[in-house]
């Protein structure tokens, strides 16, 4: 009753006082999420998949989806990923982050001893995060960096080299609801197995890019005028030696596999077969407002 007493006022208010209860009551309303039945569940789970693929046995990544402490069910595809790939690299870069709790990220630190770097532009955001880690029960003792700073295509390499995370890293996730596609494209210090990075299917598939705006701030001009079309980033992904493996059910996040890397047990898919979902063809009316305004090819 109280967990759904917390729930509720965290959703309805949006004053310091919601601040103050995601920090220093969050535990409480997501304590479940730490019992010591997720992890070994998916602890099973993951030597589960790692031996019926070293049989040969394939899984339909878009099978494989469930939720822990991402926003959608990226947490579970992103375990079946690196039951392919292996977690020899248990380290990521998560660039809008928030309080990294409700993250792409926090699931395999919490759970499989990752390390890694949370960035976000609020700072109590950061405040949050740092807070949490810090005080809150979990079985690994180095703790996870976090940095505040509003990331641009010009600070992009500077923030994540000064946090020791140049070279390969296991996972880069972006999702900063404006400047996505810029700053993947400027990233250069690190090369990550895998990316997974806020789409804007709202654009249908048309090849497009909204121009960099280094000031940009969500909503901006409009709530849909920002990011790359699902083509635009598929095309960004193949420059740099990326391949899309899969999304999230709503196609919102696409997941990239650098190209060498599990391509027997994660082919290439083609952006129509990830746009599946009902939510995703309602979302294209919303481009109709601002399909006129200016953009780029990708």
């Excluded at 394939?58 to 992103?78: A, C, I, P, W, Y």
């Excluded at 990752?114 to 005080?135: A, C, M, P, Q, V």
């Excluded at 980033?233 to 990326?242: H, Q």
Aim: aromatic share 16%; proline share 4%; charged share 25%.
């Amino acid at each position: 009753m109280l967990s759904n007493t917390l729930n509720n006022f965290i959703r309805k208010d949006d004053s310091p006082m919601k601040n103050f209860l995601k920090k220093y009551l969050l535990y409480f309303r997501i304590r479940d999420r730490f019992s010591p039945a997720v992890a070994i569940g998916q602890r099973k789970l993951y030597l589960y998949f790692r031996s019926e693929i070293s049989q040969g046995r394939r899984f339909n990544l878009s099978e494989t989806g469930f939720r822990v402490f991402s926003q959608f069910e990226e947490d579970g595809k992103l375990l079946y990923i690196f039951s392919v790939l292996g977690m020899d690299n248990k380290s990521f870069v998560e660039i809008g982050s928030d309080d990294g709790i409700n993250s792409n990220c926090a699931n395999l630190y919490f759970n499989f001893g990752w390390h890694g770097l949370f960035i976000d532009g609020n700072k109590k955001s950061i405040e949050r995060g740092t807070y949490f880690y810090s005080k809150y029960p979990h079985p690994w003792y180095y703790k996870p960096k976090f940095r505040h700073a509003i990331v641009t295509r010009e600070n992009v390499n500077e923030l994540v080299s000064e946090a020791g995370y140049s070279g390969e890293i296991g996972l880069l996730s972006i999702d900063i609801d404006g400047n996505d596609y810029w700053i993947w494209d400027a990233l250069e210090v690190t090369a990550p197995q895998v990316v997974i990075i806020e789409t804007h299917n709202e654009f249908g598939l048309r090849n497009i890019v909204v121009p960099y705006d280094k000031n940009y701030s969500y909503p901006g001009r409009h709530p849909v005028y920002h990011g790359a079309s699902p083509v635009a980033m598929v095309k960004l992904a193949g420059k740099k030696g990326y391949r899309l493996v899969g999304a999230n059910e709503f196609a919102s996040n696409f997941i990239f596999v650098k190209n060498g890397l599990g391509e027997e047990f994660l082919p290439e898919v083609t952006v129509e077969s990830v746009l599946t979902h009902p939510s995703v063809a309602e979302d294209y009316h919303r481009f109709e407002e601002i399909k006129d305004w200016e953009y780029l090819e990708g």
